[in-house]
Antibody
Framework: EVQLVESGGGLVKTGGSLRLSCVAS????????MTWVRQAPGKRLEWVGR??????????DYAAPVKGRFTISRDDSKNTVFLQMNSLKTEDTAVYYC??????????????WGQGALVTVSS | DIVMTQSPDSLAVSLGERATINCRSS????????????LAWYQQKPGQPPKLLIY???TRESGVPDRFSGSGSGTDFTLTISSLQAEDVALYYC?????????FGPGTKVDIK
């Protein structure tokens, strides 16, 4: 059974930093393209970014609102993907989900989801 | 960025009746090189993460009841629930994964009439 478990959420002041972790089990993580998606209260889902597998180039892509402030990385030895969030703004307040796609959809069709990590940014 | 829109914002359907949700993309999400439409549908219930229902516009994910079906062209897509059940009350989102940033529609709320 595939499981994605996020941790690291919490309350932080504007301008601060937070790092989310997502530990995956039940899947060949080294081949996985992992994606972060967030959902602000009462808002639609928003794609944050993805990291390809090392075999796929290991590169990252980001949404414009977070580019330059957020960094996605991975540790394949620990089946873990990270989301480092710097220079946080109140508009970054959201539940952050770690996801894994249907194979060969480029990280796009998100089949597995974590339970979500709540990040609250206050001024 | 590809902008996704959905209609209606919400709908109420009687149990056992058909529910239809529409989704439109601002650009085609059809890749003519492989004839695949990069469009997914999700169901989200309160307090839960989304659940993938459909991908490649019409491929039902394993375990999803066959009353859920997806169809559409390069820019216009439809999710149909052929016979609404009580457990189908939820928010439904479409999403394109043709190009980054992957984008979601605003959601359609489905209720029982």
């Amino acid at each position: 059974e595939v499981q994605l478990v996020e941790s690291g959420g919490g309350l932080v002041k504007t301008g601060g930093s937070l790092r989310l972790s997502c530990v995956a089990s039940g899947l060949p993580f080294i081949e996985a393209w992992m994606t972060w998606v967030r959902q602000a209260p009462g808002k639609r889902l928003e794609w944050v970014g993805r990291i390809k597998s090392k075999g796929g180039g290991g590169t990252t892509d980001y949404a414009a609102p977070v580019k330059g402030r957020f960094t996605i990385s991975r540790d394949d030895s620990k089946n873990t993907v990270f989301l480092q969030m710097n220079s946080l703004k109140t508009e970054d307040t959201a539940v952050y989900y770690c996801t894994k796609d249907v194979p060969f959809t480029g990280g796009g069709a998100m089949l597995y989801w974590g339970q979500g990590a709540l990040v609250t940014v206050s001024s | 960025d590809i902008v996704m829109t959905q209609s209606p914002d919400s709908l109420a359907v009687s149990l056992g009746e058909r529910a239809t949700i529409n989704c439109r993309s601002s650009q085609s999400v059809l890749d003519s090189s492989n004839n695949k439409k990069y469009l997914a549908w999700y169901q989200q219930k309160p307090g839960q993460p989304p659940k993938l229902l459909i991908y490649w516009a019409s491929t039902r994910e394993s375990g999803v009841p066959d009353r859920f079906s997806g169809s559409g062209s390069g820019t216009d897509f439809t999710l149909t629930i052929s016979s609404l059940q009580a457990e189908d009350v939820a928010l439904y989102y479409c999403q394109q994964y043709s190009s980054t940033p992957f984008t979601f529609g605003p959601g359609t709320k489905v209720d029982i009439k």
